[in-house]
């Protein structure tokens, strides 16, 4: 990018390099002076040490505006023990709530772990996301991670997204205005080009003021292929998060920069859904499991501090570095719903971050915070709500269909989610027609539900209309949807791989589309836990040998989300995910006659 985007910050400076964005200093307990291979047990003379504020948080997926529903709520622990769902996200509240943070602290850095962008409500997504860029320009975002969803639309996008200018197709939105790229480094430390075998952005970057420098390494998840169309990662590789942090970090190193935090859009799952609860209650990483446990303990002791993502989960664990020092693993949920603020106390002598310090008396409350919705809004955030607003109003009011109720997709912790069935039954209707594709069941990915149909309007519309911008915020991907030739055993074997292999760890529930039935042992493990015997299609038996058609979107046609067993014969290309349930929207209800929540049962849960 420009070098101008780099030195917009009077007496800042961001170095080529990686991208950060960690906490360090609450939870972290005293530890023994040989304890760090670079001195983080050292305890220096009062005035030597610096505290700098770091800001972060992950997976804004391009929500602008409030979002609507359960997806726009934080589970709150009480005083008494009880939870509560508090309100909370939206770019005009982050703001405010970031600003403040910032008050006091004349060494402050905000970072971002990824998914900034992707997976967007129209307000962003229908603009390619340069609205989302803009607002983090004017949020003085100072570094992220590319996510996966960074990729949705390719390196090419990504590489716009960057360094500016028109979308090659749509042009400029507004007359005489150029889209001028992110005024922050997008870091992709693991992602290469396949022909050059570079990084295809920057590696890192250094944060520098008054002599503090802090460097940022940034990466996404070694598995993104299996999460994005094989389009949006055409010719890139995706290495291990480990060895590519452990590589920079020495890089870093031998730069002199001492200080080093990773961003790593890669997560876990908290033991509890309470943004406040304690994730160390019964030992350092006690409450944490996934992915993260096992990269946090594989990355040298020379990174301080590591921000996460991806898991759209809360949490701020300690996990002990290979050294067996601890070390703070954060992540602030998703949707701009919390920002996590962190005091790195750095020791001028040794360039270092002192990993013995607790919680600064300039950071009294480090760790999660709620972005309140109690507060006033950014006034420049509802300027620029409002100019996007204008431009995608036509589209987005336009009433699409009715509902009777909420209809919970990503608000929904059922394996079988209401807004699931619907969405599948949406696909079964639009491609069962033999020209169609001639489908005798659909199924869905339960990652591809970004939000709930929610009954309460949310503009002019009125209560239980469903406009093209909210069906749009739930179906955002605009992919093709795909009827394949799969046979009985395939098609077994693809419900099994939704709680085994690369998915056991973290199951992917499939959505259905009504007909089919089974039961779904929860006290099982691995594949076992669909029974067999009990995989039926309107009531008959699948049969291994048979060759049944199933519409699903392209994604999980070319075997994403860690289904191989789904990629099919004879295939016949669609119309749109978007478009298919659209249409089923606008067939299937009336003012006088809207939808209600599908019935449970098609997976008969065992618990």
């Given at each position: 990018m420009p070098a101008r985007r780099h030195m917009n910050r009077a007496a800042t400076r961001l170095w080529a390099g990686a991208a950060g964005l960690a906490t360090i200093g609450a939870l972290v307990a005293a530890m023994p002076a040989h304890a760090?291979?670079?001195?983080?047990?050292?305890?220096?003379?009062?005035?030597?040490?610096?505290?700098?504020?770091?800001?972060?948080?992950?997976?804004?997926?391009?929500?602008?505006?409030?979002?609507?529903?359960?997806?726009?709520?934080?589970?709150?622990?009480q005083a008494d023990g009880t939870t509560k769902s508090v309100p909370a996200g939206g770019m005009e509240y982050l703001a405010g709530s970031l600003r403040a943070a910032r008050a006091g602290h004349p060494y402050s850095i905000t970072a971002a772990g990824g998914d900034m962008i992707g997976a967007s409500p129209l307000l962003s997504g229908l603009f390619h996301d340069e609205p989302t860029i803009e607002a983090l320009n004017k949020l003085k975002l100072d570094v992220t991670a590319v996510g996966n969803h960074e990729f949705d639309e390719g390196a090419t996008e990504l590489t716009r997204m960057q360094n500016g200018g028109c979308h090659p197709t749509d042009g400029c939105y507004e007359k005489g205005r150029k889209f001028p790229g992110a005024d922050f480094p997008y870091l992709a430390a693991n992602v290469t080009s396949e022909k050059t075998g570079r990084p295809i952005l920057k590696p890192y970057t250094v944060w520098e003021k008054n002599g503090v420098k802090i460097g940022f390494i940034g990466v996404t998840l070694e598995g993104t292929p299996n999460v994005v169309t094989a389009a949006g990662v055409k010719g890139l590789k995706f290495a291990d998060e480990i060895e590519t942090i452990n590589k920079y970090a020495k890089e870093l190193d031998r730069q002199g920069v001492k200080s080093i935090v990773a961003l790593i859009h890669e997560g876990g799952m908290p033991s509890s859904n309470a943004y406040n609860d304690s994730c160390d209650s019964q030992g350092p990483g006690s409450g944490i499991s996934g992915p993260i446990v096992d990269i946090a303990k594989g990355i040298t002791p020379k990174v301080d501090a590591l921000i996460?993502?991806?898991?759209?989960?809360?949490?701020?664990?300690?996990?002990?570095?290979?050294?067996?020092?601890?070390?703070?693993?954060?992540?602030?949920?998703?949707?701009g719903k919390l920002y996590t603020d962190t005091t790195l106390t750095y020791d001028r002598r040794t360039k270092d971050i002192v990993r013995t310090a607790v919680k600064s008396p300039l950071s009294p409350?480090?760790?999660?915070?709620?972005?309140?919705?109690?507060?006033?809004?950014?006034?420049?955030?509802?300027?620029?709500?409002?100019?996007?607003?204008?431009?995608?109003?036509?589209v987005a009011s336009r009433p699409q269909g009715y509902i009777s109720a909420d209809i919970n997709g990503r608000g929904s912790d059922a394996p079988e989610k209401p807004l699931g069935d619907l969405i599948a039954d949406a696909q079964l209707a639009g491609l069962s027609a033999p020209d169609k594709g001639g489908a005798q069941l659909a199924l869905m990915n339960p990652g591809g539900i970004r939000s709930d149909l929610v009954y309460k309007a949310s503009g002019g519309e009125g209560?239980?209309?469903?406009?093209?911008?909210?069906?749009?915020?739930?179906?955002?991907?605009?992919?093709?949807?795909?009827?394949?030739?799969?046979?009985?055993?395939?098609?077994?074997?693809?419900?099994?791989?939704?709680?085994?292999g690369v998915n056991e760890a973290d199951p992917k529930i499939l959505q259905v589309s009504s007909g089919l039935t089974y039961t779904l042992d929860l006290t099982k493990s691995g594949a076992a836990r669909v029974v067999d015997g009990t995989v039926r299609l309107n009531g008959a038996a699948i049969d291994p040998a048979a060759t049944y058609r199933v519409a699903m979107n392209e994604f999980l046609a070319g075997g994403g989300d860690g289904f191989p067993a789904l990629v099919g014969t004879d295939k016949v290309v669609g119309a749109s995910d978007l478009?298919?349930?659209?249409?089923?929207?606008?067939?299937?209800?009336?003012?006088?006659?809207?939808?209600?929540p599908p019935a449970p049962g098609r997976i008969t849960v065992l618990r």
């Open positions: 760090h291979d670079r001195g983080h047990g050292h305890h220096p003379k009062p005035g030597r040490t610096v505290d700098v504020q770091l800001l972060s948080f992950n997976d804004l997926h391009g929500n602008l505006e409030p979002p609507a529903g359960s997806a726009g709520t934080v589970t709150e622990r996460t993502g991806h898991t759209h989960q809360a949490y701020v664990c300690t996990i002990p570095d290979p050294a067996g020092n601890p070390r703070l693993v954060t992540s602030a949920a998703s949707f409350k480090s760790g999660n915070h709620i972005v309140s919705r109690d507060q006033p809004k950014a006034a420049d955030m509802t300027q620029l709500i409002a100019r996007w607003g204008k431009l995608a109003a036509p209560d239980g209309v469903v406009t093209y911008g909210e069906a749009f915020t739930v179906q955002p991907f605009t992919n093709m949807m795909n009827v394949v030739g799969l046979t009985g055993a395939q098609l077994l074997a693809a419900l099994k791989q939704q709680v085994s478009d298919v349930f659209d249409v089923y929207l606008a067939a299937n209800s009336t003012p006088s006659t809207p939808l209600a």
